[in-house]
């Protein structure tokens, strides 16, 4: 038994001794080549004796004792490489397929980015344009904010001044015509100084039918073809003459007529005026019917801002101007309503406020022939043209409620031009002061 034990041994030495092998073939390949073979083997009849069977089995055995270690762990080695290598391959396959189709893809992404480059540098440039733009008109903004209607009031710098007297010279006096604005249905009163020795009525009659208006932005007088006469005795009314080829006057021609009557009458000296037709009392005028006298009522009238398509700005009052005078009950404004109201004119209104609506008027005390309009501590008078018209259109409405001076008073106020706001001012003359 020893000996063969020590045979047994070198047996499996020389059997460690031998090189691994490496079949490349696969578990299952295997298996199917040995069921092949066993299929094809003829089974050979059975040997006479039963030695031999019995010693290949028992070398078999041995031998699968011997192999089946160093068999196990090939098996395993080549197993794994089996499952290593393909997987490798197939890695790499697929790298490599992924490798070219990314080729391709970034080729095509590298030249879908180009132009998507483009288009984004494009779409940021315009974008960063914008957005340096954005800034420019956020400080317009800043500059100049929308202003609400009735917040701010333009700047009249060529504003027609009224005409006081310190104006009228020795030997002058004045007289005042109504001028039109066809276009807006306005009208506006025009003063000139004529010497004192012509009569006035006869400069009256001159200038509507001479002076056009032309120059400032306006139409000839809606009265410009009547004959005006003095009444034969004293307090008889004045008379105006329609001439024959007159047509019949339109409605809105005859409110024109009338409100020319009565813008000009007033600074003629007149209240009254008979209307005359070939020698005849009476004339067709459109609404008004015929009329064969008309009486001017005193009331107050408040004052507004008219601008010409020649830019020259004029005071016209609130009747010139179709602007109310009267409260929602009917009765006339108050001199300190009036004032109020002269801050503002309206939506759609041809006219603008001539007092800014940052001058808080607090009260209006009257003294006999004085008022004394009292403005709030942070009102203070525009420096410009603008606040020369204010002061003017104060004394003008406060002509209308037949004060002959205004004080100013307040603890900013400051100054305006041509005026001293340390005493009473009286009122001016006429309004629209025009050189001949």
Do not use: C
């Not at 034990?5 to 090189?19: C, F, G, I, M, T």
Request: hydrophobic share 30%; no cysteine.
């Amino acid at each position: 038994m020893k000996k063969r034990y020590s045979s047994d041994e070198r047996l499996k030495q020389k059997l460690q001794q031998l090189p691994q092998v490496h079949d490349s073939r696969s578990k299952d390949e295997i298996y199917q080549n040995v069921m092949k073979h066993k299929e094809k083997t003829p089974r050979k009849p059975q040997a006479g004796k039963w030695v031999f069977p019995t010693l290949s089995a028992a070398a078999a055995v041995l031998l699968l004792l011997v192999l089946l270690p160093n068999m196990s762990s090939t098996l395993e080695q080549f197993s794994s490489n089996e499952e290593s290598v393909p997987q490798e391959q197939q890695q790499a396959g697929e790298s490599s397929a992924e490798d070219t189709q990314e080729t391709e893809e970034n080729e095509s992404n590298n030249n879908e980015s180009d132009s998507s480059e483009v288009i984004e540098r494009e779409e940021n440039d315009v974008k960063i344009s914008e957005e340096e733009e954005e800034p420019a008109e956020e400080t317009e903004t800043n500059e100049e904010p929308p202003v609400e209607v009735g917040e701010k009031t333009p700047v009249y710098e060529n504003y027609v001044t009224a005409l006081t007297k310190d104006d009228i010279e020795q030997g002058e006096k004045a007289v005042t015509i109504p001028l039109q604005d066809l276009e807006t249905s306005v009208i506006v009163p025009i003063t000139f100084l004529i010497k004192e020795s012509q009569e006035s009525l006869e400069a009256f009659e001159e200038l509507t039918e001479v002076y056009t208006g032309e120059d400032v932005g306006l139409d000839p007088s809606a009265l410009q073809d009547i004959d005006w006469k003095s009444g034969e005795e004293e307090e008889t009314p004045l008379e105006a003459e329609f001439e024959e080829e007159m047509p019949e006057a339109s409605s809105s021609e005859s409110e024109m007529i009338v409100k020319s009557l009565e813008e000009s009458m007033r600074y003629l000296g007149e209240n009254e005026v008979v209307l005359e037709h070939n020698g005849a009392e009476g004339v067709e005028l459109g609404n008004y019917g015929v009329l064969d006298h008309y009486t001017i009522e005193q009331e107050n009238r408040g004052y507004y801002v008219y601008t010409t398509n020649e830019d020259m700005s004029f005071l016209v009052s609130g009747n010139a101007a179709n602007i109310s005078t009267k409260n929602e009950d009917g009765e006339l404004f108050t001199f300190f309503e009036t004032l109020e109201q002269m801050k503002t004119a309206g939506e759609n209104s041809s006219v603008e406020a001539s007092i800014p609506q940052d001058m808080t008027i607090e009260d209006v005390k009257e003294e006999n022939d004085l008022a004394r309009v009292v403005f709030s501590g942070d009102s203070h008078i525009p420096e410009n043209e603008n606040g020369r018209l204010m002061i003017e259109a104060v004394l003008f409405a406060a002509a209308d409620f037949g004060f002959e001076r205004v004080s100013f008073e307040g603890e900013n106020l400051g100054e305006a031009e041509g005026y001293s706001l340390n005493d009473p001012i009286d009122v001016p003359v006429a309004p629209n002061q025009i050189e001949q």
